[in-house]
C-alpha cells in the first residue's frame, strides 16, 4: 500500500461529470455549477481541484482569456478555460443533464 493521501478526489470527478456535459467552461462558472447541483464546497476547493486535475491530465487549460471590466481588484479578469483531458473518466451523472435541461427550459 502506498502511503499519502489518495489522488482520487469526489470533488475532481464532479467536475469532470460537469465538463463532459458543457464542453468548456471557466474556474467561476464551473463552481456556479457545481453548488447548485452537488453538496456546496468553496471556490478554492474547485480551483484546487482545477489544478490538481491538470497535473494529472484530466483537464487541459484550452485558452485563458483577460477580459475587461469593472472589478473589485481591479479593470482586468484572467479567465482560463478548461477541458478533459485524456487521463478524465467520466461516467455520466444524470443529474447534471437534469440540471442543464431544466435551466433550457426555464430561459424560453
Known amino acids: 500500500m502506498t502511503r499519502g493521501r489518495p489522488v482520487k478526489s469526489q470533488i475532481r470527478q464532479n467536475i469532470?461529470?460537469?465538463?463532459?456535459?458543457?464542453?468548456?467552461?471557466?474556474?467561476y462558472y464551473i463552481h456556479k455549477i457545481y453548488n447548485e447541483i452537488y453538496p456546496q464546497c468553496?471556490?478554492?476547493n474547485i480551483y484546487y481541484n482545477l489544478r490538481k486535475?491538470?497535473?494529472l491530465n484530466?483537464?487541459?487549460i484550452e485558452e485563458i482569456k483577460l477580459e475587461k471590466g469593472d472589478y473589485s481588484w481591479g479593470s482586468v479578469v484572467e479567465k482560463k478555460y478548461y477541458?478533459?483531458?485524456r487521463n478524465a473518466k467520466p461516467k455520466g451523472d444524470a443529474r447534471i443533464?437534469?440540471?442543464f435541461?431544466?435551466?433550457k427550459k426555464r430561459k424560453k
Not at 16 to 27: D, N, P, R
Request: avoid cysteine.
Open 16 to 27: 469532470i461529470e460537469i465538463l463532459a456535459v458543457v464542453g468548456k467552461a471557466y474556474g
Open 97 to 99: 443533464k437534469e440540471y
Open 58 to 60: 484530466e483537464f487541459k
Open 53 to 55: 486535475g491538470v497535473a
Open 101 to 103: 435541461n431544466k435551466n
Open 83 to 85: 477541458v478533459l483531458g
Open 42 to 44: 468553496t471556490r478554492e
